[in-house]
């Protein structure tokens, strides 16, 4: 920001025009002294708004890419390690109890593992986009 135009020695001077030329011109000089606060005003908002305005650069497409397959690799493996287990829980238990299917339990199992999926591929789609 750049030194002001309003120094003390404009105020003294603003002060003894308006006491030299008494009350006729008394308005006129003092609405001269505040449309130049006023302007100066005016230049520092404008200053400090653009200085506050954070512009960021539209994305990279590879990047953005970049991430976006990272995320999946890790929803990918997330499954895979959350799947195994799960699946031979399925598979214990489906065997234990009589009636019970082991490949129901996969089945019900896998399919709740897909939806899950799918839901979180699409909601990391959507906030990368």
Same mark, same amino acid.
């Given at each position: 920001? *750049?030194? $002001? %135009?309003? *120094? %003390?020695? +404009? !105020?003294?001077?603003?002060?003894?025009?308006?006491?030299?030329?008494?009350?006729?011109?008394?308005?006129?000089? !003092? +609405?001269?002294?505040?449309?130049?606060?006023?302007?100066? !005003?005016?230049? =520092?908002?404008?200053? =400090?708004?653009?200085? $506050?305005?954070?512009?960021?650069? %539209? %994305?990279? &497409?590879?990047?953005?890419?970049? =991430?976006?397959?990272?995320?999946?690799? #890790?929803?990918?493996?997330?499954?895979?390690?959350?799947?195994? &287990?799960?699946?031979?829980?399925?598979?214990?238990? $489906?065997?234990? #109890? &009589?009636?019970? $299917? &082991?490949?129901?339990?996969?089945?019900?199992?896998?399919?709740?593992?897909?939806?899950?999926?799918?839901?979180?591929?699409? #909601?990391?789609?959507?906030?990368?986009?």
């Amino acid at each position: 920001m *750049s030194t $002001s %135009p309003l *120094s %003390p020695d +404009e !105020l003294r001077a603003a002060a003894e025009v308006h006491r030299e030329l008494g009350t006729e011109y008394g308005d006129a000089v !003092l +609405e001269t002294f505040l449309a130049k606060i006023d302007k100066e !005003l005016d230049a =520092r908002i404008e200053a =400090r708004l653009a200085a $506050s305005v954070h512009r960021e650069a %539209p %994305p990279d &497409p590879a990047v953005t890419r970049a =991430r976006q397959r990272t995320q999946l690799t #890790y929803m990918a493996l997330g499954t895979v390690t959350a799947g195994v &287990p799960i699946t031979a829980v399925a598979w214990y238990w $489906s065997d234990k #109890y &009589p009636g019970g $299917s &082991p490949l129901n339990a996969l089945l019900v199992i896998w399919i709740v593992i897909a939806a899950v999926y799918i839901a979180c591929a699409r #909601y990391l789609r959507r906030r990368n986009d």
